[in-house]
């Protein structure tokens, strides 16, 4: 059994998180965007989420990935937490907050807000945003072994150049979690 220090050490000193899976060639999700080929990874009991989520007070993610997400479950994702959705278009669903609000403002009125670490959850172009604004302390990649050939990148081109610092990995069956931190000036 793989032992958890990372997750629970990094939430004590982070304040946005990026939580994310990718498969080995880098892709997030499929060209349509789909989610279907995470249900098929051979991972190893919740491979470290509830510890992850157990420290984490808010939820932030593109409108994409968010329909996504209901789409995996017959219930609204992250009940217990308040859910932000970056969306251009003006929506509302009785469940998650919708908003146009850049990252570089509403995360750390998050932060405020809710009092702990923001979990950023993808797309590809919400992390882009959050990299231009340097507005991600830390990094958790699960790569998934498999590889999808084309899709939407994690780290989309013309992503902004981030150096980070290696603070361990995690073992999960056939799954590898990379925990990054962003690297500090010198």
């Known amino acids: 059994m793989a032992e958890k220090w990372f997750i629970k050490e990094a939430h004590e000193v982070s304040k946005n998180i990026l939580y994310i899976a990718m498969s080995l060639d880098g892709m ?16 190893e009991g919740d491979n470290g989420y509830n510890d992850f989520y157990s420290g984490i007070s808010s939820v932030v993610m593109g409108n994409r990935t968010y329909q996504e997400v209901l789409k995996m479950s017959d219930e609204k994702p992250y009940q217990d937490r308040p859910v932000y959705i970056l969306s251009r278009t003006k929506q509302e669903d009785g469940y998650a907050t919708f908003t146009s609000q850049s990252v570089d403002t509403l995360l750390p009125e998050l932060q405020k807000k809710h009092g702990g670490p923001v979990w950023i959850v993808g797309g590809g172009e919400v992390v882009k945003a959050c990299l231009e604004s340097g507005q991600i302390d830390e990094y958790y990649i699960a790569v998934i072994p498999v590889v999808l050939g084309e ?12 150096e980070l610092k290696l603070k361990g990995t995690e073992i999960y069956n056939q799954i590898v979690m990379l925990h990054y931190m962003k690297k500090q000036a010198e």
């Open 28 to 43: 997030i999700a499929k060209e349509d965007h789909s989610l279907d080929w995470l249900l098929k990874a051979e991972g």
């Open 151 to 162: 899709g939407v990148p994690l780290f989309p081109k013309g992503s902004k150049y981030t």
